[in-house]
Structures are given as structure tokens and as C-alpha cells.
């Protein structure tokens, strides 16, 4: 086996490893749950052992260690994540092996890969835009993901774009993420169909049309910083399961009122938001993933044309699916852990095709 | 004399020139109107012969000549203005002298002299806004102002901040700058005024404070690219001069509900821009200057405590005062052109005490 580094990325819920060689092959991927509810030393002592467990997968001593964490963080120190309640860890006590370790923010992370590797290849200016449990954004600059002065740039799940509406759970009014996360857009169906119920119209309780309640969601793109928003109250049906973003789309295009009302909502606030984004940073792209971009057309095509329609004075920057889906945020942990191996250009001359590649499980 | 280079700040309305030696001294200055009205080969004509008299007061040829310009811009192509009218401009084209010229964005080129002489001398990562006629952002990232993968980006002017509001001039819904540019502040009092009047309310009858109708505007902080807003319908008094954002400012100090309650919105919209810019490129600090920075603590306080207010998991950057004035264009264009003449760091060695520069006229 040649030469590898160990790939991690440490979400809320799951974290994903990989194993990457240096010409881009994933020799093989693993996912373990993330022991949040234990404790951020427990945590630690996870990220430990899985990468411990993945590097006696490989052949030899890795060549370094890549890791993608949520919070606040510089390439040799977690300094702070309020989701898994870690505070000032260096990179070198995620794990027992003496080589290089660099680390990244979960975000901008999946958005180096999506530059290096993905949907950015040919883009230095643009923005990778996770849609899952939560919503945060990747500012590709100039070739490079910007985190600004103190590294809490991104955050534009929590731009005001409803200066009037509701209040979301970081305490601000009228964030986009609380009315187009994943999270979010299963919410406000549930508390639009209870506010129904409340008003005496059985006839529109809700029955999930759907298998999963966890689709769309995706807990490695959630800014993680504020608590999950809270479930809707069940007050129509204690039984039925709240509802996903999923269920809310196929429910939206059959034409069903409640649905494409909630739906037209989260189009709305991503068109202003998208539309403020490209009037500020002037991205070449908007690359749009997570777990809310398996809603393809029914997000893309729609939101597209709002977005045109908002802006007068030039066009839009075109809307693009993110290329490498769950494994962002794994690949971009491998070039970290190339870059701290001394591969500045980590991943320049990969020829990846990642439908190839073994997905993270 | 020392060697110098030639400074020229293009605006809509007025061009200010200068010379500045190789130690930052700005050794003269001078300003003559943009014969804009006359079309764009008039101006082009104008500022060949502005940096040739400019020249010719100098010993010698000059190192350099800088150009500060509306419009789309690159660091040797005037790409396109819709306030002046040209299109595809090169920079030598500016200047009948064979010596070496850079152009500059009219706005980055104000934010480049804060960074490297002004406000922002210690801080890599800003926003430098400037609000006067319009709004426009410089956008200071890693040290240097960033214009977006095209050119367009910090059109913060033009993000929507009341979605359901007034329609801007630009034709979208709730811009910024619609509710507080220096313009838009003075022409919303004197509309608030014509609606009361209309409704048979005399005593609310606008008669103007001040002497200066022009007051808190600079035209060379304007974005350019749209026509001026319409000004206010004279219909309660056909001699009433247009109300200036100084004007409604002081009336607002001195409790006006009318002017309060424009000024409330400007104040409003203005966090709301500044809540967004934060969330999402988390500067160090926003320098604000233009015209509506003279209105001081009226501005600023309440400025500060709103966008403190407006934000719970982070917190405001500081508001800073640009230090520059209406010389930063000037200065900015400066740099251009000590880095045109080779100079990569022009400035750095500075000991530039602006204060005791002499101002442009």
C-alpha cells in the first residue's frame, strides 16, 4: 500500500474517517457515532482510537492526519465548539501518533474539498453552501476557504432575511436557517398543520408520506453552535412522526397548500439571502449540498429564478450541486492531512472520480 | 522636489488630484469638475489634461500615475462605467505621459488608503464603508480590498434589508441605500413632509435648518451604476429647498417625529446591513466615512447599539471613524500609483499624519 494520511471528519452525530493515499485514492472509509452526549473528553478519547483503528488499517506509520471539527478552530487548535463543549485542544492530543496534524472548520473543510476536488475545481470565488440540520456557509476566496478576522465567518444560516419574522433558536429574528434548514422546513409543516388542527380542521392532520424522518438532514453541515430548533408541538397527534424536509418537497409538488406554503417560505429566504451573498462577495458560483440538495429540480430550478428576479443590476451567479456529497468534509480532512505532510498543493493533481470512490457508509 | 507619482480620484461629479512623494507627502493638490454630462471622451480628455498640469507642477517626470474610477475595473482596463459612459477604457489611454499607470475601483481604492494609511492600518480584514449619495463597501480581506470574482462584489448598498419595502432605483425591493445614503435620508424626510401636507396637516411643513442642501453627500462613495433617486415631490411647498441627511439628522436631535422617524429606519436598515456583513465575513472592525459619518455620535451610537443588539452568539465589531476623509481616494490612488512604479508595499513606510496633509479643495 503506498504512502496515506488518516481523514476525519467529527460531526455532531457521526464522524466519518477515511484512509487517503497521495495520489487521491480512498483506500477505505469508516463512520463511528460521535459520543456528544458523554462529554468532550470522551469525545477526544473517540477521535483517538478511531484514528488509531483506521491508521492500523493501512500499511506503515500514516504520513498525517487531517480532522474537520465544528467550532471555532485554527489549523493547530480546536479553540471552542459549543456543540461538543470542547475548549483550546491542540491538534496534537487528537491523536497518539507522532505525525503532522492539521486541522479545519467542518464547513469551510467540505469546501476546500468542493474547491480542490468537487464542484470549485475551476472556481477560486465562490460559495459552498451545506443545507442540512443547520445551515453555514464556505467563503471560497481567491482560491482558499476564509473564515474572516477571527474565524466565525460563514454564517449565513443566521443573516436576518425576515427582519420581522420568527424567532430562531440562536435567539436572533428571521434567519434564514430557521426557515430553510432541512431542520427547519419539517418544523414549520408540523406547526402549520398543529396551528390547523388547533383551529378545528382534522382533515388536514398530517401522515408522513415517507419512510425516513432523518432525510435531508445532515448533521456535519449544522453550524453547531445553538441548540436544534425545537420539535413541532404534536398537539393535532401525539402518534404521527414529524415530518422531513423530504416528505415536505414530494408533499409541496403534488400541490399539497400547507407543504408549498412552508416550501415557497424557505425559497424565499435562500433567494434573499443568496441574493445578498452575491451582491456582497460576487461569487462566480453558488455550490448548494447537504442533505437538502437531494431535493434537485425541485430546489434548484425554482430558487434560480428567484434569485434572478431579485437582482436588477447584474445576473446571478449560477446555482451547481456540490460534487462530492457526504464525503466533503472527509476529503478535505485528507488534504489537510496531505498539507500537513508538507504537500502544499495536496490534491492539485488528483484525478478523482468520486462516484468511484468507496462513499463513507 | 523628490520624486512623486500623479493621484487622480474620478468621480461622478468631481475629480480630485494630487501629488504625493515616494515618503507620502502629499506635496499639492488640486480639483476640477468631471465634465461628465459631456460624455465619457470629454472626461477622458479632462483627466489626460488634469494629470498633465498636475505633472507639469512637479520637477520632472512623474514614477507613476494612479487613477481612482467608477464603474467595473481592473488594474489596467477601465471595463465599463454607467455613470461616466465608457466602456473598455485602457489605462494608458488616461495619460498623455509614457510612465506607468494602475486603476483602481473608486470605492477599493478609498478602502486600500484606510487600510494601509487610515483606520485600518492594523487590522488585515474590514469593511470600509463610505455613505454618501450611495452606499458601497470596500471589503478588506487578508490585507488587501477584495472586488469579488468579477469585479461586483460590496454592492452592500443593494442587499435587501426590508424585503417588503420601497422599491430602490435600482429597481429592487428594499435596498439599503434607499433607506439610508445621505440621499436617500434627506429625500424620505421630504416625502414623509409632501404625504403629511397632502393629508391637510400644514404645520408639519418642511423649512429647511441649514444652509447646505449638498451637505453629507460624496458623490465619490456613490456605487454609480443607477440613476439618482428621484427627489422628494415638492407638493406641500414649491420653494422648499430638498431637506440634506444634515438637516434631518439635527432635527431628529432636537426630537422632529418626522425626521426621528426617517432617521429610526436609516438607523434600522443600516444595522440590519451591518448585522449581515458581520454574520457573514466577521471583519475586525467596520470604518465608516462618506458624508453621513460627519452626523458623529448621532450615527454611531445608536449604530453600534443596534448592531450589538441585533447579534447573540457573536459580538459586534467596532464602528471606527475613517480617517481619511474625502482625501482617501485621493491617497488610495497614490498607492496605485507608487505600485505601478514598481513600489509592491507603497505606503507601508508612511509616516503619514493626515491631518497635516493639505486636503484636497
Redesign the interface.
Known amino acids: 500500500m503506498s504512502s496515506y494520511v488518516v481523514a476525519l471528519d467529527v460531526g455532531g452525530t457521526a464522524m466519518k474517517g477515511g484512509l487517503v493515499s497521495a495520489s487521491g485514492e480512498v483506500l477505505l472509509t469508516d463512520r463511528r457515532p460521535t459520543p456528544r452526549v458523554d462529554g468532550p473528553l470522551r469525545v477526544i478519547a473517540a477521535i483517538r482510537t478511531f484514528i488509531d483503528d483506521l491508521a492500523q488499517a493501512g500499511h506503515g506509520t500514516p504520513s498525517g492526519v487531517g480532522l474537520a471539527v465544528p467550532g471555532l478552530v485554527t489549523e493547530d487548535r480546536a479553540v471552542y465548539s459549543a456543540n461538543i463543549g470542547w475548549k483550546d485542544v491542540l491538534a496534537t492530543d487528537f491523536t497518539s501518533l507522532s505525525v503532522p496534524v492539521r486541522l479545519g472548520h467542518d464547513v469551510r473543510t467540505g469546501g476546500l474539498a468542493e474547491r480542490v476536488l468537487g464542484a470549485g475545481r475551476s ?4 460559495l459552498f453552501l451545506p443545507i442540512g440540520t443547520g445551515i453555514a ?1 464556505a ?1 471560497i ?2 482560491g482558499r476557504p ?11 444560516g ?6 420581522d419574522g420568527e424567532r430562531c433558536a ?4 428571521g434567519c434564514l436557517e430557521t426557515y430553510a434548514s432541512a431542520a427547519s422546513v419539517g418544523r414549520r409543516y408540523g406547526e402549520r398543520l398543529s396551528r390547523a388542527a388547533s383551529v378545528q380542521r382534522p382533515d388536514t392532520a398530517y401522515s408522513a408520506p415517507g419512510p425516513s424522518a432523518a432525510a435531508y438532514s445532515n448533521p456535519a453541515s449544522a453550524p453547531g ?2 441548540p436544534a430548533p425545537p420539535s413541532a408541538p404534536a398537539a393535532h397527534s401525539a402518534s404521527a412522526p414529524p415530518a422531513s424536509a423530504e416528505d415536505v418537497v414530494a408533499l409541496a409538488m403534488r400541490g399539497d397548500p400547507d407543504a408549498s406554503a412552508v416550501w415557497d417560505e424557505a425559497l ?1 429566504a435562500l433567494s ?1 439571502a443568496l ?3 452575491t ?6 458560483s453558488i455550490v448548494i449540498g447537504g442533505g437538502l440538495a437531494e431535493a434537485g429540480a425541485a430546489l434548484f430550478d425554482p430558487l434560480a429564478e428567484r434569485l434572478e428576479g ?5 445576473s446571478a ?1 449560477p446555482l451547481r450541486h456540490a460534487a462530492l456529497g457526504m464525503n466533503a468534509g472527509m476529503l478535505g480532512a485528507a488534504l489537510l492531512g496531505w498539507q500537513a505532510a508538507g504537500i502544499a498543493d495536496a490534491g492539485a493533481s488528483w484525478a478523482l472520480d468520486v462516484l468511484r470512490s468507496p462513499s463513507v457508509p
Open positions: 472556481e477560486p470565488d465562490f456557509g467563503m476566496i481567491e476564509y473564515g474572516g478576522s477571527s474565524g466565525w465567518g460563514g454564517e449565513i443566521h443573516i436576518s432575511v425576515f427582519p440562536c435567539g436572533q429574528i453552535a445553538y424565499e434573499i441574493a445578498s451573498y451582491l456582497l462577495l460576487d461569487p462566480s431579485r437582482l436588477t443590476f447584474r451567479p
